[in-house]
């Protein structure tokens, strides 16, 4: 089982910045991709950024290119999104995600977090 703790939420005004971490109970090289998504009051939840743990490589959802930069913290062992330049739209409940394989099923494993809320005041 892995247990995923988001933290760094809160209130921010539009053109602010914010960071979130992730935590992973067993370790972010435990996980294949790691990755932040958002849910807004009514509507579902999106793809924010992910990034493949051995190789660094990054993907990013339209929305969050060029403001928000996903990265591991290698001393740290979290998961980051720095969030620059929030817009009203970027508010939101943000959740941490691990794809973890699981050897004895020999399949992908998703796990989340419980979310931590942004909230982007303009």
């Known amino acids: 089982q892995v247990q995923l703790v988001e933290s760094g939420g809160g209130p921010v005004q539009t053109g602010g910045s914010l960071s979130l971490s992730c935590t992973n109970s067993?370790?972010?090289?435990?996980?294949?991709?790691m990755g932040w998504y958002r849910q807004a009051l009514g509507k579902e939840r999106e793809l924010v950024a992910t990034?493949?743990?051995?190789?660094?490589?990054?993907n990013y959802a339209d929305p969050a290119k060029g403001r928000f930069t996903i990265s591991r913290d290698v001393v740290k062992d979290t998961l980051n999104l720095q969030m620059n330049n929030v817009k009203p739209g970027d508010t939101g409940a943000y959740y941490c995600n691990a794809e973890v394989w699981d050897p004895i099923e020999k399949r992908m494993r998703t796990y989340w977090g419980q979310g931590t809320q942004v909230t982007v005041s303009s």
């Open positions: 990034l493949t743990i051995n190789s660094c490589r990054t």
């Open positions: 067993r370790g972010l090289l435990s996980a294949n991709v």
